[in-house]
C-alpha cells in the first residue's frame, strides 16, 4: 500500500521563495520540489521498502510550522564541556553558544548562506540518495530553510564536540533540518545531534538529512540521538563522504518516535580511508526502526566496519537492510557488517538483509545479522545472585548494547550514548515492574 497525497498538506504545497538567501539555494528548492513531483511514493513493490511499515507514512494534515508561533526550549543538559551549543524549536534559532578555534564555521544555516554562500554551495545536497527515500530527500530539499552548517579548516581541530538540537513540537507539524559538516585537511571535529519532542505531538514529523564530508587525513564524529515522542516519525538520510587517509565515525542512537527509519550511506573515495558505522536501537511496545545502510569502497586499500545494535520489546519491530559495494579496482578492501538483534519478547519482529558486491581482489569482506532470545541461563545466573528478575534482564540489555557503544573510542561520547541508553532501558524495566 502507497501512502496516499493529501489536499493541503506539505506533500502537495509548493514551496515559496525565500528572501535574504542566493538566488542559487531558491533554485535549488525548486529543483528538489520537481524531483519530489516526480518520484512515486513507496510501495511494497520497492525493493528498498521490503518488510517497512507504509502504514506510516501519513502525512495527513501535516504542516510546516507557524513562523509566528515559535516558541523557545532547552533541550538535553547534553555536555558539561562543548565547543558550541546550538539549539532550534520547530526551525527556529533557539540558542547558541560558541566557543571555537579560529577559522571555524559553525552557523545556523540561514547565516551561512548570507556570509558563505559559494562553500555551502559547493557540498550542499551532493550526493546520491540511493537507498529509497529520494523522494523524501527531495522533499527535503524543497522545503529546507533550517539546520547547521559546520567548516573546519586545515590543520584545525576541535577538541571538544559541537552539540546541535533540534525541537520538535506540536500537532501534524513538520521540520527539515539539515546538518552540513566539512572537515578540511587534517582538521578534527566531533558533532552530536539531537532529535528530541513535545510529548505530545501527534503526527508530527522530522524529515533530516545530514551530509558529512571527511577532508583527506582528517577525523569526523557524527552521532544522532533520536529521542521523539511515541506519535512522532522520522525519515533521516545520512551521506558520508570519506577521502584519502581520513576517518570517519557515526553513531545512531533510537529511543523514541512511533516509526524512525534511517538511511545511511559512507562512500570510501580514497586509499586508506576508513568508516564506522555504529548504532543502538531500543525498540518497544509497537515501535518500529527500519535502517538501511550502504558502505562504498570506491578506492583501494579503504575499509569499513558496521555493528548494529538492536534490541526489541514488546511488538516492535526492526528491519535492517545493508550493503557493502566493493568497486572494480578497489583493491585491499576490508569491509566488515554485522547486525545483532536481541528479542526480548516473542512478539518482537527483527528482519535483516545483510548483502555483498564485490567486484576486486584481495579484499576481505564479510557480512552477517543474528537474532535471538534474551537467554534464560544469564538471567537464572543473575537472579541466583539476589538481582530481581526485572533488573536482571535490564542489565543484560544494557550489557548487549556495550560493544557498538565502546567503538566510539571516546569517555567522554561513550558515557553521553550510555546514559541514555540507561535511561530508556530503566524505563521501560520499570513500566515492567508497574504492570
Not at 165 to 176: P, R, Y
Request: proline share 3%.
Amino acid at each position: 500500500m502507497a501512502a496516499t497525497l493529501d489536499r493541503g498538506n506539505v506533500l502537495e504545497r509548493e514551496p515559496g521563495r525565500l528572501g535574504g538567501v542566493p538566488d542559487w539555494f531558491n533554485a535549488s528548492r525548486q529543483a528538489g520540489w520537481m524531483r519530489f513531483q516526480e518520484l512515486p511514493m513507496p510501495s511494497r513493490k520497492d525493493e528498498e521498502w521490503r518488510f517497512a511499515g507504509l502504514r506510516h507514512l501519513d502525512f495527513e494534515g501535516v504542516q510546516l510550522p507557524d513562523p509566528q508561533s515559535m516558541g523557545t526550549h532547552r533541550g538535553a543538559s547534553g555536555l558539561e564541556k562543548r565547543a558550541a551549543r546550538i539549539g532550534f524549536f520547530n526551525e527556529g534559532l533557539n540558542e547558541q553558544e560558541l566557543n571555537l578555534p579560529e577559522g571555524v564555521i559553525c552557523l545556523p544555516l540561514r547565516l551561512a548562506l548570507e556570509e558563505h554562500s559559494d562553500l555551502v554551495q559547493e557540498y550542499f545536497m551532493k550526493s546520491e540518495h540511493q537507498l529509497g527515500s529520494a523522494k523524501f530527500a527531495a522533499l527535503h530539499q524543497a522545503h529546507v530553510s533550517s539546520g547547521i552548517f559546520i567548516y573546519v579548516p586545515d590543520g584545525v581541530v576541535v577538541e571538544d564536540p559541537i552539540e546541535i538540537f533540534h525541537w520538535l513540537a506540536g500537532d501534524h507539524v513538520i521540520t527539515f533540518p539539515h546538518s552540513l559538516v566539512v572537515t578540511g585537511r587534517n582538521a578534527r571535529v566531533t558533532v552530536v545531534d539531537y532529535f528530541q519532542s513535545d510529548t505530545s505531538a501527534r503526527n508530527a514529523w522530522t524529515i533530516a538529512v545530514n551530509d558529512l564530508v571527511a577532508g583527506p587525513g582528517s577525523q569526523l564524529t557524527y552521532l544522532a540521538l533520536q529521542d521523539l515522542c511515541d506519535q512522532a516519525r522520522m525519515i533521516q538520510v545520512g551521506n558520508t563522504t570519506v577521502a584519502r587517509d581520513a576517518t570517519s565515525k557515526s553513531f545512531i542512537l533510537n529511543a523514541g518516535a512511533a516509526w524512525a527509519r534511517q538511511e545511511s550511506r559512507s562512500c570510501l573515495e580514497g586509499e586508506n580511508a576508513h568508516s564506522d558505522m555504529l548504532s543502538v536501537s531500543i525498540a518497544r511496545d509497537e515501535q518500529e526502526y527500519d535502517q538501511r545502510t550502504f558502505q562504498h569502497h570506491a578506492s583501494a586499500r579503504s575499509c569499513s566496519d558496521l555493528l548494529y545494535k538492536n534490541t526489541l520489546y514488546d511488538g516492535s519491530r526492526t528491519v535492517f537492510s545493508g550493503l557493502i559495494l566493493v568497486d572494480d579496482g578497489a583493491h585491499q578492501t576490508d569491509a566488515y557488517q554485522t547486525c545483532r538483534n536481541l528479542l526480548m519478547s516473542e512478539a518482537a519482529e527483527a528482519s535483516s538483509m545483510p548483502g555483498l558486491e564485490i567486484k576486486a581482489d584481495q579484499v576481505k569482506c564479510s557480512h552477517g545479522s543474528t537474532s535471538a532470545m534474551i537467554d534464560d541461563d544469564e538471567i537464572f545466573y543473575l537472579r541466583a545472585r539476589g538481582i530481581k528478575p526485572h533488573i536482571a534482564r535490564q542489565l543484560v540489555a544494557q550489557g548487549f548494547s556495550v560493544e557498538s557503544i565502546s567503538r566510539l573510542k571516546n569517555k567522554v561520547l561513550e558515557d553521553l550514548v550510555l546514559g541514555f541508553a540507561a535511561r530508556e532501558f530503566h524505563r521501560i524495566s520499570e513500566r515492567v515492574v508497574v504492570r
